[in-house]
């Protein structure tokens, strides 16, 4: 079984300053990780994934996470954040087998102030 | 190309009345979803469709029905509303599951009086 932990469930943070949104995970296979944004009364869409290969993985809007195996996280950062990066940020992890179980975090709200 | 479309966008219904919530694809895509969003909660899958002509129950099944009814399109039923059903409602898809990236519809908003 699979589980995601998003330890923050509000990030107040000034524009251009970088900001760090984190993700734990667990689980008893081998995963996919996946970061999605939530824009105001919209659904969610794709930030980037990580499916095998490079560790880093960069995605859209000047959003990058890293897949730390060890430490089980897939934390995403960004150097420098926009007003319009006000939004809802949704970690989620997939199984590689089995049931192929998909799971969501909880959300973190990220709040760009001026 | 509409991707995932979800209608209506907001409902209000009296407990005990029922409602389906309807949801397309133009993706082709086999799989398909049904999120239910509550503050602090995040996403829990309500049901999914592997493929077509298969149902299962995800993590937060009582209370709903689902028909996949071809490929395109998948439904999800409250038979008999409960204030405890009021949430906002997201329908996705995926070209499978595991991997890929799961494509959502805008939502519908539903409250249950």
């Known amino acids: 079984a699979q589980s995601v932990t998003q330890l923050d469930s509000q990030v107040p943070v000034f524009e251009e300053a970088p900001v760090e949104l984190r993700c734990n995970y667990s689980?008893?296979?081998?995963?996919?990780l996946f970061w999605y944004v939530q824009y105001p009364n919209q659904g969610l869409q794709l930030l980037l994934k990580y499916l095998s290969g490079s560790t880093l993985v960069k995605g859209i809007n000047g959003f990058e996470a890293e897949f730390n195996k060890s430490q089980t996280s897939f934390h995403l950062r960004k150097p420098s954040v926009h007003i319009s990066d006000t939004a809802e940020y949704f970690c989620a992890v997939s199984g590689r087998s089995g049931t192929y179980k998909y799971i969501f975090g909880t959300g973190t709200r990220l709040k760009v102030l001026a | 190309n509409a991707g995932v479309t979800q209608t209506p966008k907001f409902q209000v219904l009296k407990t005990g009345q029922s409602m389906t919530l309807q949801c397309a694809q133009d993706m082709n895509h086999n799989s398909m979803y049904w999120y239910r969003q509550d503050p602090g909660m995040g996403l829990r899958l309500i049901y999914y469709?592997?493929?077509?002509?298969?149902?299962d129950k995800g993590e937060v099944p009582n209370g709903y029905n689902v028909s996949r009814l071809n490929k395109r399109e998948f439904s999800l039923r409250l038979e008999s509303a409960a204030p405890s059903q009021t949430s906002v409602y997201f329908c996705?898809?995926?070209?499978?599951?595991?991997?890929?990236?799961?494509?959502f519809g805008p939502g519908t908003r539903l409250l249950v009086l």
């Open positions: 689980s008893s296979v081998s995963v996919y």
């Open positions: 996705a898809s995926s070209e499978l599951r595991g991997k890929e990236t799961q494509y």
């Open positions: 469709s592997a493929s077509e002509g298969t149902t």
